[in-house]
């Protein structure tokens, strides 16, 4: 049965349509359908508000008080859950430097939702273990090390039908094996978490690297080192065409100017805005735990982003996709069709789920978010919603 979306303004890959979006078969096959709507078909009235692309989230750890190193379907479901009710239709669901067992452990999980009719898991993104120990951030240091082709070897037996990103340092040794097996399996590489100078990141890019990591945290630019000085990941990032950029939009971990400046430099297909959301996202706690829930864990929450308690440093964003989308839009001043690309198709390019997902197009997945005028979600549905029982 074929459904149609009618009274929306349709924001499509190529354009905005006043027309009726058509789905049939959880496949958008019309967007600016102008004619009768046969008797009998379903109807959806979007009620003159935006219909658009749901977000493609590439880089989440957790929301709703669970983090998916909590490792249960519960704790997956709980996130997917979360960041569903604002927006978000794909998610990536994103690992911190852990035990190779641990790993192995998120992978079993994975499999045992990735059908949830939840959300659609777009494939993991390990955001380490083989990062720098100088940037690792938040990351725990007793789990960074570098990779050594036995254990790349084994995460690619593993996990290589379920890895879709992984963050690395490419200045670490090991990484050109890494890079080899990695991008052979199709996985997004990209750079993060690195104390590399520009010529580490050059050389990551002949390695195939194509992406950054949530750039302005624990990404270097120009500095010295022993008097001489070198330029860094910011400004490889800038200088090579091909490389894409991702940043948290969460509004305080980098600043609008900043994000301005980037799509002027580099325009709005290669840049993409993640959240790195922790386990408090969409929820209004004002305590919570960064990874484990163990007592050394604890942050607090204020100000819409999560501190250590001393608030000497963030301890990660609460932010969802739809609190991007409104900040970019709003408060950066981007357009709206700007802003929702930087949230949907660019980071669907960014890991390669373009052809099916992160826009409007006919052919596409039918993943469609209805949003206010003030960029609230009203309704969030999956392609698979459509599809007959
Ligand atoms: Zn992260």
Redesign the pocket.
């Known amino acids: 049965m074929k459904t149609f979306i009618k009274n929306g303004t349709v924001f499509k890959e190529d354009g905005i349509s006043d027309g009726i979006l058509v789905i049939e078969d959880g496949k958008i096959i019309d967007t600016d359908y102008l004619g009768a709507i046969p008797e009998g078909s379903k109807i959806i009235d979007a009620k003159g508000n935006y219909v658009m692309p749901g977000f493609v989230e590439i880089?989440a750890?957790g929301g709703g008080g669970a983090d998916f190193m909590d490792k249960t379907a519960d704790a997956f479901e709980t996130v997917a859950k979360t960041h569903r009710k604002h927006g978000t239709t794909t998610i990536l669901p994103?690992t911190v430097a852990a035990s190779y067992e641990s790993l192995l452990k998120v992978f079993e999980t994975y499999r045992k939702v990735s059908a949830s009719k939840t959300i659609n898991y777009g494939g993991l993104h390990l955001?380490g273990p083989f990062i720098s120990m100088e940037m690792k951030g938040a990351q725990n240091p007793a789990f960074i090390r570098n990779p050594e082709k036995a254990e790349v070897d084994a995460l690619i037996e593993a996990g290589g039908d379920v890895i879709k990103k992984c963050t690395v340092a490419p200045e670490i040794p090991g990484i050109d094996y890494l890079a080899k097996k990695f991008t052979d399996n199709g996985i997004c590489l990209s750079s993060g978490h690195s104390n590399g100078t520009f010529t580490d990141i050059e050389k990551g890019f002949s390695l195939g690297i194509r992406h950054i990591t949530?750039m302005y945290s624990n990404t270097p630019t120009v500095r010295k080192i022993n008097q001489t000085v070198y330029a860094g990941i910011v400004e490889a990032a800038y200088y090579l065409d091909d490389m894409r950029i991702e940043f948290i939009g969460d509004g305080c971990h980098f600043p609008k100017e900043a994000l301005k400046m980037a799509v002027k430099i580099k325009g709005v297909d290669k840049i993409n805005l993640t959240s790195?959301a922790m386990r408090a996202a969409g929820t209004n706690v004002s305590e919570s735990f960064l990874g484990e829930c163990l007592p050394e864990n604890r942050v607090i929450i204020e100000d819409g982003v999560a501190k250590l308690p001393d608030r000497s440093f963030f301890a990660g964003s609460i932010a969802t996709s739809d609190r991007m989308l409104r900040w970019v839009h709003f408060d950066a001043g981007l357009s709206l069709s700007d802003a929702l690309r930087l949230l949907t198709l660019s980071p669907s390019k960014a890991v390669g789920i373009d052809k099916e997902k992160g826009s409007i197009k006919k052919g596409k997945d039918a993943d469609i978010i209805i949003l206010n005028k003030d960029l609230f979600v009203e309704e969030t549905y999956l392609s698979r919603d459509f599809m007959e029982a």
Do not use: F
Request: hydrophobic content about 0%; aromatic content about 0%.
């Open positions: 880089h750890h994103t955001e949530h790195d």
